[in-house]
């Protein structure tokens, strides 16, 4: 079955800097375009970053781009996501996400806080 777990987040002071990385399995992970989400309490969920399948496109929230930088490694199934610059506002829970055959998948996330 597909199985998305993310790792890599915890508590950064503003400015600092986290990776994400999402592992994917179940699934042929080449095929498929992956997203990176955030949910902030009391907030929807956001699109922050999506990345093509082969890496060669990416796209980016307004408010992360020149700051965020999605990758992905096929030959280890693996979605990451740098974090630089962070601010306080970035603080949420982050999730990846795959859709496949129309089903969306989604990790159980992990937290990021900015504080200091």
């Known amino acids: 079955q597909v199985q998305l777990v993310e790792s890599g987040g915890g508590l950064v002071q503003p400015g600092g800097s986290l990776r994400l990385s999402c592992a994917a399995s179940g699934f042929t992970f080449s095929s498929y375009i992956m997203r990176w989400y955030r949910q902030a309490p009391g907030k929807e969920r956001e699109l922050v970053a999506t990345?093509?399948?082969?890496?060669?496109?990416?796209t980016y929230a307004g408010s992360v781009k020149g700051r965020f930088t999605i990758s992905r490694d096929n030959a280890k199934d693996t979605v990451n996501l740098q974090m630089n610059s962070l601010k306080p506002d970035d603080t949420a829970k982050y999730f990846c996400n795959a859709v496949v055959t129309s089903v969306a998948y989604w990790g159980q996330g992990t937290q990021v806080t900015v504080s200091s």
């Open positions: 990345i093509s399948q082969t890496g060669g496109t990416t």
